[in-house]
């Protein structure tokens, strides 16, 4: 059946799936297939499942904070230099993280997460909570790189640690750094039923990204930056995230290579993820070594994976949080029964 090139679709529900499953048939297929057979799964997490939640990527197009790439601010040494810029950075995420909401992705994941039998775990490389807020069974989800909503004490004496503190801002000088996040929104999305992936074309709208990039970053001082409320001499409370350069947590790791060794893992769901960080994007190789598939669910997917050219590999193009309730219907709608 020749289907027009492009049909123009205004959301989502409007998408016959039928004609998406059409496309992707025979992946999805094969994909649902094992999934029903699979005992023990992973999935991997980064940015991308949250794009759709409003937040954005480290290395796509939003990857920049005020002009400074993300990745340069998530440091030690930039800390250490100006921890008054570091700090606005890290305020604006919160806000936007607390603003933004889990989507179906997150979801899916968190039923996926209580299906009886099944041995699953997540392992988010995301900070920003939204796996955490989606009900998802906090015995099975791995921050493998800490929360925005975590502080820690700086001082190597004191090791005052708070968990899930929400205040936003967390101090007055740290105010008006919450900007609004504003990704350009979608028009109308189209969708290539000849091409095996759900190509999502988003015409801009007239309106840009709201986000005074251009507002200079405040000068502050360590006295008007979080403080520690345990030290006597005032330490400085930084953010209770994993930046480069910083061993992750043992415990969590020690955690996820119980899970891995226990048993071979069936199938591995990268998603979102550029899989550029280790070493949590050494988990696909660990499980494909073991014998277990990998399925990714990502904008940017390699055409030789889409054309199912790589061994035990499968490939969903389109957005995470509207490929994964689809693809994983069969365990989740069977529990939801
Ligand atoms: C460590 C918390 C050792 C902070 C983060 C040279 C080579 C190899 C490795 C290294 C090297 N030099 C240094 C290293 C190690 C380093 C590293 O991997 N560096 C990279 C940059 C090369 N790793 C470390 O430093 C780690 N620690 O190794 O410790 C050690 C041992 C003992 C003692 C001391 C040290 C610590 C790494 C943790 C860093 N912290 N986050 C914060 O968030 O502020 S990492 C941060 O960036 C995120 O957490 C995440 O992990 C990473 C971003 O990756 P993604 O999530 O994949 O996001 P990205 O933007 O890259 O991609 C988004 C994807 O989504 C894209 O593929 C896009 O196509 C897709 N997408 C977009 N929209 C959608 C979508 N997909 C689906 N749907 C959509 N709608």
Not at 48 to 66: D, I, N, Q, Y
Not at 131 to 157: D, P, Q, W
Not at 310 to 331: I, Y
Request: net charge negative; aromatic share 10%; charged share 25%.
């Amino acid at each position: 059946m020749q289907l027009n090139k492009f049909i123009g679709i205004t959301d989502l529900q409007d998408i016959d799936f039928s004609f998406c499953n059409y496309a992707m048939s025979k992946a999805l297929t094969e994909f649902q297939e094992h999934l029903k057979q699979s005992r023990r799964i992973v999935a991997l997490v980064g940015a991308g499942l949250s794009v759709s939640s409003g937040l954005p990527t480290f290395r796509g197009a939003e990857g920049l904070w005020k002009n400074f790439n993300m990745i340069d601010l998530a440091t030690p040494d930039a800390f250490y230099i100006d921890p008054g810029l570091v700090w606005q950075f890290y305020s604006w995420r919160r806000h936007n993280a607390l603003k933004a909401k889990p989507n179906a992705g997150h979801h899916a994941l968190a039923q996926l997460s209580k299906v009886p039998d099944l041995e699953f775990l997540t392992i988010t490389q995301n900070v920003d909570g939204l796996s955490a807020r989606s009900g998802h069974n906090k015995n099975n989800l791995y921050e493998i790189h800490g929360s925005l909503f975590t502080l820690k004490c700086t001082s190597f004496m004191c090791n005052y640690i708070e968990k899930d503190n929400m205040k936003v801002p967390l101090t007055p000088a740290l105010r008006d750094t919450e900007f609004e996040y504003q990704p350009v929104r979608r028009k109308r999305r189209m969708i290539d039923y000849d091409s095996i992936t759900m190509e999502q074309t988003e015409e801009l709208t007239d309106e840009v990204a709201i986000s005074p990039q251009f507002v200079p970053v405040k000068e502050l001082n360590e006295k008007d930056l979080p403080q520690c409320p345990v030290c006597q001499d005032g330490s400085l409370l930084r953010p209770g995230v994993v930046w480069f350069g910083e061993s992750l947590p043992l415990q969590e790791l020690n955690e996820i290579d119980d899970f891995m060794e226990g048993g071979p893992v069936d199938l591995i769901l990268v998603i979102g993820t550029s899989g550029t960080v280790y070493p949590a994007n050494s988990y696909v190789d660990r499980v494909m070594l073991q014998g277990g598939k990998a399925a990714i669910f990502n904008t940017d997917i390699d055409d030789k994976i889409l054309r199912g050219e790589v061994a035990n590999t499968w490939g969903f193009k389109g957005d995470g949080a509207e490929l994964l309730p689809l693809a994983l219907r069969p365990l989740i709608e069977k529990d939801e029964q």
